[in-house]
Nanobody, 112 residues
Framework: QEHLVESGGGLVQAGGSLRLTCAAS????????MRWYRQVPGKERELVAS????????DYLPSVKGRFTISRGDAKNILYLQMDSLKPEDTARYYC?????WGQGTQVTVSS
């Protein structure tokens, strides 16, 4: 059974950094495009970044481009999101995704 577990969230000051991790199991990780989404209560979930399994250049939400970096460790079935120069508007719950499968999310809070 497919399983995604996010970790690495927390409270950080504006300008700081966090690295999110998504541990994947129960499926062939190397076969799928992997994505990070985020959601603020009362708002729709938005796509933050995606990375293919074919070496293509990752895609980013314009507001995070140049600050966030998505990467994958296929040997360990792990998806990463390096977040630098964090802003208060990045505060959200961040979710790992492939197809219609989701993790439980990890909370990121950026204080001003």
């Amino acid at each position: 059974q497919e399983h995604l577990v996010e970790s690495g969230g927390g409270l950080v000051q504006a300008g700081g950094s966090l690295r999110l991790t998504c541990a994947a199991s129960g499926f062939d990780f190397t076969n799928y495009v992997m994505r990070w989404y985020r959601q603020v209560p009362g708002k729709e979930r938005e796509l933050v970044a995606s990375i293919g399994n074919d070496g293509a250049i990752p895609d980013y939400l314009p507001s995070v481009k140049g600050r966030f970096t998505i990467s994958r460790g296929d040997a360990k079935n792990i998806l990463y999101l390096q977040m630098d120069s964090l802003k208060p508007e990045d505060t959200a719950r961040y979710y790992c995704n492939f197809l219609n499968h989701w993790g439980q999310g990890t909370q990121v809070t950026v204080s001003s």
